[in-house]
C-alpha cells in the first residue's frame, strides 16, 4: 500500500519574483515528495535587487486561510515565515495551538539581504513569547539569532551560545544557520536540542545568485 503524500502547510508571505517565501517553500516542498498549502501573510513587490512594497494580509484573513486548509485538507506538518506584526503573530499562534499543528517549524523571517525590514521591531516581543514556544524547530540566520539572543555573534563558539539563549525561549530545537560567519571556511549550521550540539558542515559556495539563500 502505497504511503500518503505528507500535506504541510507554509504560513509566511509572497516573493513576487519567486526566489524567497511562499514560492520558494512550495518548490522545495515539491522537490522532496510533499503537497504544499498555504496562509499568505504578506504581499511583497520583490525581485533579487531588493523588496519595493509590502501589503500586509488582516490577521482574521490569515486565521481564515488556516482555518479553512485544517479542516478540509488537514496538515502534517507546518512551516512559518515571514510574520511581519504583532497581530499576524498572534493570530498565528492561537490557530497554531487551536489546531495543534505540529511538528512547527519556525523561520524567524526579520530583514532580507537588501536590508528591507520584513518583521516590524514591535513584534519582536510576540514572536518570542507566543510562536517560539510553539516551535519544534527554529532555524535562524546569524542576523536572526542575534537578534532572537541578543548578542553578536562572530564565531563557532558564539553560535553555540545563541542556540542555548534561544533554547531558553521554549523552542524543542535550534538550528543557527551560520553561512554567513566569516571567521569559518566552511558554512556550519548548528543544531542545539537543549541537551546536545550538532553541527552541519558543507562547503561554501561563491556565487552572486544568493536570493532566497537565507
Known amino acids: 500500500m502505497r504511503a500518503p503524500i505528507p500535506r504541510v502547510l507554509i504560513i509566511a508571505g509572497s516573493d513576487s519574483g519567486g526566489g524567497a517565501g511562499i514560492q520558494a517553500d512550495l518548490k522545495t516542498v ?33 486565521a481564515q486561510q488556516i482555518d479553512v486548509v485544517v479542516t478540509d485538507m488537514g496538515v502534517d506538518a507546518t512551516k512559518t515565515g515571514m510574520l511581519s506584526s504583532t497581530p499576524i503573530i498572534d493570530a498565528v499562534a492561537a490557530k497554531v495551538a487551536e489546531h495543534r499543528l505540529t511538528p512547527l517549524v519556525v523561520d524567524p523571517v526579520m530583514i532580507t539581504k537588501s536590508g528591507a525590514p520584513l518583521l516590524r521591531p514591535e513584534a519582536m516581543a510576540a514572536l518570542k513569547t507566543r510562536l517560539l514556544p510553539l516551535a519544534t524547530v527554529v532555524t535562524p540566520n546569524l542576523h536572526e539569532a542575534q537578534a532572537l539572543a541578543g548578542r553578536e555573534i562572530r564565531t563557532l563558539a558564539e553560535m553555540r551560545e545563541a542556540a542555548r539563549a534561544i533554547h531558553d525561549l521554549g523552542p524543542r530545537h535550534v538550528v543557527v544557520k551560520g553561512g554567513h560567519l566569516e571567521s569559518e571556511a566552511e558554512a556550519i549550521d548548528v543544531l542545539f536540542d537543549g541537551r546536545d550540539f550538532t553541527e552541519f558542515r558543507a562547503e561554501k559556495v561563491h556565487s552572486r545568485h544568493t536570493h532566497g539563500t537565507g
Do not use: C, H, K, R
Not at 504544499?36 to 501573510?41: E, L, N, Q, S, W
Open 30 to 62: 515539491s522537490a522532496l515528495g510533499a503537497f504544499g498549502m498555504t496562509a499568505i501573510t504578506a504581499l511583497t513587490a520583490q525581485n533579487t535587487t531588493g523588496v519595493y512594497g509590502v501589503v500586509e494580509m488582516a490577521p482574521e484573513f490569515v
